[in-house]
């Protein structure tokens, strides 16, 4: 019912919360607990990972500003205003800004991106229910200026560049950047294109051989074995290049992370799962 679905989007965001509040806290240094590798420039609050804690987030924070929408609508609606509706409004509104300082703290593009495109999904699905024209031109216009700014910041030539500059706003600046924006993921997916061939064999620390070795393709090599398998494949100009991956634990890609942990089995499995929850 109605009011189920209300209750678990509640309960998914306000589970957000004190996450978001752990993760701001350690962005102004007030960390109750400090762990090995932790970060004020880039916070993993409870997740311990920067991009796993933006990409948990960026799931719900539309989730928010669709109660948003919703209680403002609800508020303006013709069945009366109601002060509860106005008084949520306000509430998720707070949420929301939680969310989105705290995916912004974590400075993760990838995920970044992922948060705009879930936005324009959500804007063009209310302006379908809704029959606001007006919100299509709004999102195209508000994705133009966006474009341009990145462009701009970008090229360097511009106003942008000293804010661009910053060191949380450098890094998403560079996005179209070809040489600094992704020149990272295609080395770690170049070494993950490699390392699916299975053709380099295992060896424990006293020179015993993977005796699975022929089996590696079907079954992977098992969890977090990553940073294991790709020191075999390893290049010196990787080497190199990739000072800050020197402990590479996943290829920030899950396609080429359940192939080499799962193999061709698990990888087909995950496929076929994902393909039947979006079916059914």
């Known amino acids: 019912s109605e009011k189920q679905v209300?209750?678990?989007?509640?309960?998914?965001?306000?589970?957000?919360?004190?996450?978001?509040?752990?993760?701001i806290g350690q962005h102004f240094s007030i960390e109750p607990a400090i762990f090995q590798g932790s970060d004020t420039f880039r916070v993993g609050s409870t997740l311990g990972n920067p991009v796993f804690l933006a990409a948990y987030l960026i799931m719900?924070?539309?989730?928010?500003?669709?109660?948003?929408?919703?209680?403002?609508?609800?508020?303006?609606?013709?069945?009366?205003?109601?002060p509860l509706d106005l008084i949520l409004a306000s509430a998720y509104a707070l949420f929301a800004m939680l969310q989105a300082a705290t995916v912004f703290f974590t400075v993760s593009r990838g995920p970044a991106l992922?948060?705009?495109?879930?936005?324009?999904?959500?804007?063009?699905?209310?302006?379908?229910?809704?029959?606001?024209?007006?919100?299509?031109?709004?999102?195209?216009?508000?994705?133009?200026?966006?474009?341009a700014g990145l462009v701009l910041a970008t090229l360097g030539n511009s106003r942008l560049l000293d804010l661009s500059q910053r060191r949380d706003l450098q890094r998403?600046?560079?996005?179209?950047?070809?040489?600094?924006?992704?020149?990272?993921?295609?080395?770690?997916?170049?070494?993950?294109?490699?390392?699916?061939?299975?053709?380099?064999?295992?060896?424990?620390?006293?020179g015993r051989r993977d005796r699975l070795a022929n089996w590696r393709f079907l079954v992977g090599y098992g969890p977090e074995s990553v940073r294991h398998v790709t020191r075999l494949y390893r290049s010196p100009e990787y080497n190199r290049m990739m000072e800050d991956e020197a402990?590479?634990?996943?290829?920030?890609?899950?396609?080429?992370?359940?192939?080499?942990?799962?193999g061709f089995l698990g990888l087909a499995a995950s496929l076929a799962l994902k393909f039947l929850v979006l079916y059914y």
């Not at 209300?6 to 993760?23: E, F």
């Not at 324009?120 to 474009?147: E, T």
């Not at 996005?175 to 294109?193: C, E, K």
């Not at 996943?250 to 080429?256: A, G, L, M, R």
Request: net charge positive.
């Open 60 to 82: 719900i924070l539309p989730l928010t500003l669709s109660r948003v929408a919703i209680r403002i609508q609800a508020f303006r609606s013709e069945r009366g205003r109601q």
């Open 172 to 206: 998403f600046s560079q996005i179209l950047n070809p040489q600094t924006g992704g020149s990272s993921r295609r080395a770690i997916w170049s070494l993950a294109a490699q390392a699916a061939r299975f053709s380099k064999v295992l060896e424990t620390c006293d």
């Open 6 to 23: 209300d209750r678990i989007l509640l309960a998914i965001i306000l589970t957000s919360i004190p996450i978001c509040l752990y993760g």
């Open 114 to 147: 992922g948060l705009l495109a879930g936005c324009v999904v959500m804007v063009l699905l209310f302006a379908v229910v809704w029959r606001k024209r007006w919100l299509v031109s709004g999102i195209l216009l508000a994705g133009l200026l966006l474009a």
């Open 247 to 262: 402990f590479l634990d996943h290829f920030h890609n899950d396609f080429w992370d359940r192939l080499l942990t799962t």
